[in-house]
């Protein structure tokens, strides 16, 4: 069974920071490109950030030179370093494969953005 577990989201201010991590299982987490997604109140969900098996990267217009995705793969963890969060950025963030994701989301963890 396919497994994909977030952690690491909480209140934070605008222009703070957050590390967020997804732990993988049920997989080749190793031979997969995986992704962030997020989704927001009264929005679609959307790609944030992937990183490739070995480890090139992609990111959102909207996160570009303010979040930084990096994977370990001898932990089939992958990991999303969030700086300069703005209130745009609350979202329930999700990790899966990308670009065509399991069926299996997993519960999110939830980043919340205050002024």
């Known amino acids: 069974e396919v497994q994909l577990q977030a952690f690491g989201g909480g209140l934070v201010q605008a222009g703070g920071s957050l590390n967020l991590s997804c732990v993988a299982s049920?997989?080749?987490?190793?031979?997969?490109?995986m992704g962030w997604f997020r989704q927001a109140p009264g929005k679609e969900r959307e790609g944030v950030s992937c990183t490739t098996q070995t480890n090139s990267v992609g990111y959102a217009d909207s996160v570009k030179g303010r979040f930084t995705v990096s994977r370990d793969n001898a932990k089939n963890t992958m990991y999303l370093q969030m700086n300069s969060l703005q209130l745009e950025d609350t979202a329930l963030y999700y990790c899966?494969?990308?670009?065509?994701?399991?069926?299996?989301w997993g519960q999110g963890t939830l980043v919340t953005v205050s002024s």
């Open positions: 049920g997989f080749t987490f190793d031979e997969r490109t």
């Open positions: 899966n494969r990308w670009p065509s994701a399991f069926r299996q």
